[in-house]
């Protein structure tokens, strides 16, 4: 079970650093992923590593100002996330894509396991 945690609300131009307890899924799978939807928009990508690399990919309109990393035991995810803006507004959502999976993951189809997510409001 995916669960984030860290959201609330923010002025324009703060920080907020997103949290999703992820206990026994980072080496279970191919790739772990943080989403948003804003009202009326559907889900995009935000960001997402590789778990046998660790490497890290960035939606371009975050790059620069989020940065998503884990605890030394891999079991929580975070998305510090900064200057953020109002289009940042949004229910935030942590994903995993199973081991199984290939390809890119910034496609939404390779995720199998999804958190109910948390809400990000910028004014």
């Known amino acids: 079970q995916l669960v984030e945690s860290g959201g609330g609300s923010v002025q324009a131009g703060g920080s907020l650093t997103l949290s999703c307890a992820a206990s026994?899924?980072?080496?279970?799978?191919?790739?772990m992923g943080w989403f948003r939807q804003a009202p009326g928009k559907e889900r995009e990508w935000v960001a997402n590593t590789y778990t046998s690399t660790g490497t890290t990919y960035y939606a371009d309109f975050v790059k620069g100002r989020f940065t998503m990393s884990q605890d030394n035991d891999k079991n929580t995810l975070f998305l510090q996330m900064f200057r953020l803006n109002s289009e940042d507004s949004g229910m935030y959502y942590c994903?995993?894509?199973?081991?199984?999976?290939?390809?890119?993951?910034?496609?939404?189809?390779?995720?199998?396991?999804w958190g109910r997510g948390t809400q990000v409001t910028v004014s």
């Open positions: 994903a995993a894509a199973d081991k199984g999976a290939i390809g890119d993951c910034s496609v939404q189809s390779q995720y199998t396991e």
């Open positions: 026994g899924y980072y080496y279970k799978t191919y790739c």
